[in-house]
């Protein structure tokens, strides 16, 4: 996956923090017209997990910290209430898209999203595996 466009553009996702009764239908309409799609962050691990199993990649610090993550209780139940906004099927994509997606969004004035974050691909922006999965 590229974090810049040809460009050299730095892309973006949306994220949503969301209360336990968040339901995704409340945002079908808006995603529709966006040609937008929900992916839960634990269900996103998850297949990253099953994906890296499956070509036998498991050699790897993310893998690790990602397994870890998922078979941790208290961060599946935090990760179950994560959204990621795709774009065309895309993770990530240009800070335009991003902007507009958020206004759509919070024009609904849900009650149910707890915040919305917008987050940029350059990797001193995002966390990295701790140490203890490097040894």
Request: hydrophobic letters at 30%; aromatic letters at 12%.
């Amino acid at each position: 996956m590229s974090y810049y466009t040809d460009h050299g553009e730095i892309l973006y996702q949306i994220r949503l923090n969301v209360f336990d009764n968040f339901k995704k239908e409340e945002l079908t309409n808006i995603l529709k017209s966006q040609n937008a799609s929900l992916m839960c962050q634990y269900d996103a691990f998850v297949s990253f997990v099953k994906d890296c199993e499956n070509n036998e990649e498991t050699d790897n610090p993310l893998y690790r910290w990602t397994k870890d993550t998922i078979n941790d209780e208290k961060k599946k139940k935090k990760y179950k209430n994560i959204y990621s906004v795709y774009f065309n099927k895309q993770q990530v994509y240009k800070e335009d898209i991003a902007d507009d997606m958020i206004e759509a969004i919070e024009n609904l004035k849900l009650k149910t999203i707890i915040e919305i974050n917008k987050l940029d691909t350059q990797p001193k922006n995002n966390p990295q595996p701790p140490k203890k999965y490097s040894e």
